[in-house]
């Protein structure tokens, strides 16, 4: 916060006076105009719950998210959609829930301001994200959302009134195979009462199910309804360890002596204590001894599949239900013991995963001391391997014994980094960071840690190099942290050291050496809180030198006295923290509250910029005297009223989110009030559109590049008709369903803040600006020699990269006299340099910048930045040259890179296809081949690094086939009168020889061709029967003219012949005949014509046989 507050005091008050009532006075002063400020927008709360599709309607129920089948119970109704643009032919599912969701408002009922709410024309807005899984193996990587328009519902409780009593707005709650972990965002869309935007965390809980009674039970115990004190009171706090981003369910033990933990699938929104089914089994040997049995859960881990313990020195795993993820019998039914022969002392978590696997590790001693086991868990498998491999970390680095006391995985580098402690008995103790690489075994000692806490002298931070002097404090490191976006390492125990190249640490001297640190909540976007062994809490913020105590301080105390004058019921005089961690880059405490003799157990936020701006006033005021009056001012710490982000691009080109729109279909009902069938069809609606976009991977030829294209492309020409249905009320089913309200979304606009992450492609710029307003005249120019105006300020922007070997970033700044402001446009690039081609969303490099603002107090943020293969990159198509295909924006073009075109295999018919081998692909592919086995050539000279293959690319030339002696197109039978044909298996890559982008394209097609080539031998015999059957058919056709009149002239002496005797055996069986004749006359005259007639006829033409062939 930045400016200047004053309050006046009264005449009769004494300087001592005023100091004891400055805490009030403060508190009050600094709250006053902020309250009054966000009093609307702290005023309402959005509220969220899920309900089954049997229970919609219903107030004050709630179900849990467990069921992950899509359910058949929505077809039926899109049969009667009989004039709708929908084809009753395809299968509708819908999904197990749905959201309901309502909104509260301080001292107002709840059903009042939702019916308010609907008349005003208050829609909600939901926007569910689904995280990507994290087997890419056997899931596509993908960042996908879709945003949904709430229905209005009335309830089903008895209502008195004529249109609605209470109601409440629903969406169905959408389900992604390989997604177990959703976020749902709901905002409202801009009509009626303002209501800020509200994130819940909706995750599947892979570790319940039903009884026989149809009751849902936890799978890893049973659930206790009774939260005692003394299982939360006075109980020391402990670390939440997940993995970041993927874990539905996260688990939290440490209750003393009783195998309880707490489990939420939900962040802690709502929870629940478990007693787990274990057999609290305690083993003690030589080789393990242990001084007592306990059955506290010690250490608890939760992945995404998978939930780790610890109970003394036994592990125990149990792997979800998860049908989303794998198959359901990799479910377990209990848990189960895993390195049952070892002795751990210690889980160690692995909060990223990577390549397709997640990861833990356990600490053993005794007999294995000097070894980690490395645990792999994917798809709810879970596997341990002993490392390292040959010898133990004590004899790699020449110590007869030691014990790692922590354990650090870099999954990016595949390297552990090891806190090893060496020394026992009499013997002083060292500690040194070894690091080991899981991929090539090797082993190295990084740095020895000082066996003293060097002696600061006054300074902020100091460079560790040997020389400085010590204290008498003795070091006592207990664990290492390393950040992998900003290659930040830091070792904790009494002190903290911080480096950035696992060589030289800078020790930081604000954290006292008499506390020690029990361990650190990680936000992996620049913050990191810290709680020591006497529940205090403090802050540093990563890269710089300061550290920060936030709780017990000066500023904490302003805090709790504003919270208890508004009456807060987050907080208590009595109260114990359980645990600290961060969410969405905001800092959570899980809070046990005692009031009156009842405990709450509660989530709640830390506002650590507060308590920072709280301590920052309270230290640094003034007390001035203007007349009768004493004045309270405080130093202003700011010197810009105003940071606001601008010129930024449109965002899906580089955080690759993929973006749908589905809204309710609309209902013919004047009150707009949805009813169960209408639910039923929107549920059918978005399963069906999200289902389109799951088949949507390579779409060949679409004459449009959106998967919804082929849902309405048939019905698109007669939406005007469907309009005029609807708007008449003549639409079957009760509901109108608009096709354009099913979409893909490729244009989304910034929302003027910079997104969580980035995916930078080779050679890629993303590029914004930072605008500051200046406060009084902290923006002043001057006139110098040589420059017409000179910048005098106090603010200025500085970059820092995690990996500049890879990343650039320029700084340009313009000043703005006028408006007393100032702009810093920053630009990023990649350089090409620091990442190999690799499949989408795959094995992605992290690495991130920081944005500081260089003030006099400091002060920055830090961004994730991801270059590599971004999540939905681009597809190529062959139609008929390479093209590549957005998924995410929509943009297509011709593809620029370099590729390698490989005939992979083939095949004369479809049906007798085959896959080539791989001296099978060389011979028939390289330039180099010397069997005479080529398919194909080009004149392109460019070819890979051992000159095996063509490097080609759009300006190449084209392909030439040859099907040389020995390839198997050689010699192709025409079928038929057909020319020769001949299927070919086409794999096109750039992997390699492109130097345009990280994506590895890798398209394999099936190629068919006509016309090849025949052999010189058929080709000679095909031309020899050619020759010898046209020479055969011009000699007939010669003979034939020849012979032709003569075989004429015969022809028509036989005619001759066969007419003259036919005409003689007629006469006299006519003359035979009448003498006998009874016949009527008229019928004998008639034949008698016909006879004379015929008979004149038959002796013309022998007559004139005769007189042409004497003229001959």
């Not at 105390?557 to 114990?576: F, G, K, P, R």
């Not at 701006?613 to 405080?634: I, N, V």
């Not at 500051?772 to 105006?789: D, I, N, P, V």
Request: with cysteine.
């Amino acid at each position: 916060m930045c400016g200047t507050a004053m309050f006046p005091a009264g005449p009769p008050w004494s300087r001592v006076r005023v100091l004891q009532v400055l805490w009030a006075l403060l508190a009050v002063l600094l709250a006053s105009w902020r309250l009054w400020a966000i009093k609307d927008f702290q005023e309402c709360t959005w509220q969220v719950v899920l309900n089954e599709f049997k229970r919609v309607g219903e107030s004050g129920v709630s179900d849990s998210f467990f069921e992950q089948e899509p359910v058949d119970t929505v077809s039926s109704l899109f049969h009667m959609l009989v004039d709708s643009p929908l084809n009753p032919s395809e299968k509708y599912l819908g999904f197990p829930y749905y959201l309901k969701i309502n909104y509260s408002c301080e001292e107002k009922p709840s059903e009042d301001l939702v019916r308010m709410g609907h008349l005003t024309g208050l829609k909600p807005l939901v926007l569910v994200t689904f995280q990507s899984p994290v087997n890419f193996y056997r899931w596509k990587i993908e960042q996908l959302q879709i945003q949904m328009e709430a229905a209005p519902f009335r309830s089903k409780e008895p209502c008195m009134a004529e249109e609605v009593c209470s109601m409440s707005w629903y969406t169905p709650m959408p389900i992604k195979n390989g997604s177990v972990v959703m976020r749902v965002d709901v905002s409202s869309n801009g009509l009626g009462s303002f209501i800020p935007d509200k994130r819940f965390q909706m995750n599947i809980n892979g570790f319940l199910k039903r009884d026989q009674d149809n009751n849902i039970q936890f799978t890893v115990g049973e659930k206790l309804f009774d939260l005692m004190p003394r299982y939360f009171v006075g109980v020391s706090s402990r670390p939440l360890w997940h993995t970041v981003d993927q874990s539905p369910v996260l688990i939290l033990g440490g209750i003393p002596n009783e195998k309880y933990v707490l489990m939420t699938d939900t962040s802690f929104k709502d929870f629940s204590l478990v007693e787990l089914s274990i057999d609290s089994c305690w083993v003690g040997s030589f080789y393990c001894p242990h001084s007592g049995f306990t059955a506290t859960i010690y250490d608890t881990i939760a992945t995404e599949s998978t939930l780790f313990i610890r109970q003394n020195q036994l592990v125990y795993y149990f792997t979800g239900t998860y049908t989303t993820l794998y198959e359901r019998n990799r479910g377990s039914g209990s848990w189960v013991r895993v390195l049952a022969s070892e002795c751990i002392k210690k889980l160690c978590p692995v909060y990223f995963h990577s390549n397709g696997s997640e990861y833990i590790m356990a600490l053993t001693m005794g007999k294995h001391e000097g070894y980690v086991y490395f645990g792999t868990i994917r798809d709810g498998q879970v596997s341990f391997e002993m490392l390292p491999r040959k010898w133990s970390v004590c004899e790699q680095i020449g110590v007869t014994t030691c014990s790692i006391i922590w354990s650090e995985y870099i999954a990016g580098e595949y390297t552990l980094l090891l806190l090893v402690e060496t020394g026992y008995g009499n013997a002083s103790k060292r500690f040194q960071v070894v690091s080991y690489n899981t991929a090539s075994d090797d082993l190295e000692l990084l740095y020895h840690i000082p066996e003293f806490i060097p002696e600061a002298r006054g300074l902020e931070f100091l460079m560790i190099l040997g020389t400085e002097s010590y204290t008498s404090t003795a070091m006592a490191p207990k664990g290492i942290f390393c950040n992998p976006y900003n290659n930040l390492i830091f070792i904790w125990g009494n002190f903290l050291l911080q480096s950035s190249n696992k060589e030289n640490f800078i020790y930081l001297a604000d954290f006292p050496k008499e506390l020690s640190i029990k361990y650190m909540a990680r936000s992996f976007r620049g913050a990191v809180a810290i709680v020591t062994e006497t529940e205090e809490i403090w802050y540093l913020l990563e890269g710089s030198y300061r550290v920060y105590q936030l709780f017990p301080s000066k500023g904490w105390q302003v805090h709790i006295s504003l919270q208890l004058m508004q009456q807060s019921s987050l907080y208590a005089s009595n109260e114990t923290m359980l645990t600290l961690f961060y969410e969405d880059s905001k800092l959570y405490q899980l809070v046990y509250l005692m009031n009156n003799q009842k405990g709450q157990l509660v989530k709640r936020l830390m506002p650590v910029e507060q308590l920072l701006m709280y301590q920052q006033h309270t230290s640094r005021y003034d007390l001035e005297r203007k007349g009768g009056y004493l004045m309270l001012s405080f130093i202003n710490f700011c010197p810009f009223s105003v940071m606001r982000l601008r010129s930024l691009p449109r965002p899906q080109r580089y955080t690759r989110q993929e973006r749908y729109r589905a809204r309710p279909p609309r209902v013919l009902e004047r009150s707009g009030f949805h009813n169960e069938n209408s639910l039923a069809i929107y549920q059918g609606l978005v399963y069906y559109l999200l289902w389109l976009h799951s088949v949507y991977d390579k779409p060949y030829a679409d004459p449009v590049h959106d998967p919804t294209w082929r849902w309405w492309e048939n019905n698109k020409q007669d939406q005007d008709y469907y309009f005029f249905l609807a708007s008449n009320w003549r639409s079957s089913g009760g509901v109108s369903v608009e096709m354009d309200s099913y979409e893909k979304i490729y244009n989304l606009e910034s929302a003027y803040e910079l997104p969580e992450r980035i995916f930078l492609d080779k050679g890629t710029e993303y590029s914004f600006a930072i605008f500051l307003s200046a406060q009084g005249h902290t923006f002043r120019t001057q006139t110098e020699l040589g420059a017409a105006f000179q910048l005098h300020s106090q603010v200025d922007v500085g970059v820092v990269l995690a990996d500049p070997a890879c990343i650039e970033a320029s700084v340009k700044q313009e000043v703005m006299i006028n408006r007393n402001s100032v702009l810093f446009s920053i630009t990023l690039k990649d350089k090409k340099l620091c990442y190999d081609q690799g499949i989408s969303g795959h094995h992605l490099m992290k690495t991130s910048m920081t944005v500081n603002l260089l003030l006099p107090t400091g002060g920055g943020f830090i961004w994730a930045l991801l270059p590599g293969n971004a999540p939905g990159a681009p597809y190529a198509i062959f139609y008929p040259f390479f093209l590549i295909q957005d998924l995410v924006t929509g943009d297509s073009g011709s593809f620029q890179g370099s590729y390698v075109l490989l005939v992979v295999g083939g095949g004369p018919t479809m049906d007798s296809l085959k896959d080539y081998s791989e001296d099978e692909i060389y011979r028939f592919n390289s330039p180099l081949d010397k069997t005479n086995s080529l398919i194909w050539t080009t004149r392109t000279t460019r070819t890979t690094k051992d000159s095996a293959f063509h490097i080609m690319s759009h300006e190449s030339p084209g392909i030439e086939w040859l099907c040389l002696e020995n390839a198997p197109c050689y010699d192709s039978v025409p079928q038929g009168i057909f020319a020769p044909e001949f299927f070919f298996k086409v794999l096109v890559s750039n992997r390699g020889v492109d130097t345009s982008t990280y994506c590895n394209y890798q398209l394999t097609f099936l190629l068919h061709i006509h016309g090849l080539p025949l052999s010189p031998k058929r080709a000679l015999f095909i031309v020899m029967v050619s020759a010898s059957v046209f020479v055969g058919l011009v000699i007939f056709y010669i003979a034939f003219c020849l012979l032709w009149p003569l075989v004429v002239k015969g022809c028509t002496m036989i005619r001759w012949k066969i007419n003259d005797i036919i005409a003689s055996e007629s006469y006299y069986t006519y003359a035979s005949i009448s003498g006998i004749s009874s016949m009527p006359s008229l019928r004998h005259s008639r034949m008698g014509s016909m006879f004379s007639s015929r008979m004149t006829e038959d002796r013309a033409e022998p007559k004139e046989a005769v007189e042409r062939q004497l003229m001959t």
